[in-house]
Structure formats: structure tokens, C-alpha cells
């Protein structure tokens, strides 16, 4: 997939009424028991806008749940608004099996129980590079204003974070 312009998300604030007078908002792309992430998805320098979701019971949370051999470039969300329950981020929840993340940004808010990250909640076998965050990142444990965690051979390189981050 290749992105051809900016999208404003903003209205995804409005998605999914939760019964209790809230929404839901977006529905991450791979999702647990469904089928991971497994493409390419260049943003090709473009931005997404206003991402919001509240899934506070839900794991795997941000624009994408699950990745599995994926590679995600060039993309920067701007103004995020992510609340889920295990493996939350801006980008992607659980980058794994070689997937890699590159020449991204996430600007915005974070929170989250465990393995919550600014861009990355949980990369595992995979890559990070040439990434930055802003914003705040909340939870606890296993949380980073850049990537919650990084395990098995994983890599993280030419990256920062500017998030105040609290757990």
C-alpha cells in the first residue's frame, strides 16, 4: 500500500459508540486471532491526523495491532490519541517476526497497561530506525517513549524520543 496524501482521522473520534455516552474510534489493521499485518505500507512522507482510540479492555492497540514480516516507512501520525490495554503505540502494538519500521514519526498520547510505546509497544525480532515520538506515553511496565520494549534479536537504531513518559 502506498499512501497518496494526508488523511484527517479526526473523525474516528466518532466511531464505534461504546454504550457509555463514548466511542471506540478506530479498529487497529491486524488484530489477534484475526490475521497480523503482513504487507508493505509506505506513507511516501505523508501524514495521518487525529488517529483516536479507547480501548481500554482491548490489547494490541494503535493504527496497526499486529505486524508479522511487515515493513512500515515514511509515515508520520500527527496528534494520536491511543488508550488500549496491553501492547499499545502510536504505530504499531506488536512488531514481530522480522517486521520493520522505518522513517516514522507519532506525535501525540499514549496510555496503556504494559508494553506501551510512543511508536512501537512491543518490537520483537524486528527493526526500528530513523524514528522519532512527541507527546506522552503512560503505563506500566515494559514502557518507552519510543518502543515499550525490544527483545529477541531485535534492533533499534537512529531513533529518538521526545515524550515525557510516566509508569
Request: aromatic share 12%; with cysteine.
Amino acid at each position: 500500500y502506498v499512501q497518496a496524501s494526508n488523511i484527517d482521522a479526526s473523525e474516528t473520534n466518532n466511531w464505534f459508540p461504546d454504550g457509555a455516552g463514548g466511542y471506540y474510534g478506530w479498529t487497529p489493521i491486524g488484530k489477534e486471532y484475526v490475521g497480523d499485518f503482513t504487507g508493505s505500507y509506505n506513507g511516501n512522507g505523508y501524514n495521518i491526523k487525529g488517529l483516536f482510540i479507547n480501548r481500554t479492555s482491548e490489547d494490541y492497540q494503535g493504527l496497526f495491532g499486529r505486524t508479522s514480516g511487515a515493513t512500515i516507512s515514511n509515515l508520520g501520525l500527527v496528534d494520536v490519541e491511543i488508550h488500549g490495554r496491553h501492547y499499545s503505540a502510536g504505530l504499531v502494538g506488536y512488531n514481530n517476526n522480522n517486521s520493520t519500521v522505518t522513517n516514522c514519526y507519532s506525535i501525540g498520547n499514549v496510555t496503556g497497561s504494559w508494553h506501551v510505546g510512543g511508536l512501537v509497544a512491543d518490537n520483537y525480532s524486528s527493526s526500528v530506525s530513523n524514528c522519532y515520538t512527541e507527546g506522552s506515553v503512560a503505563g506500566s511496565p515494559m514502557i518507552g517513549g519510543l518502543v515499550g520494549s525490544s527483545q529477541y534479536s531485535a534492533s533499534v537504531s537512529n531513533s529518538y524520543s521526545r515524550c515525557n513518559v510516566s509508569g
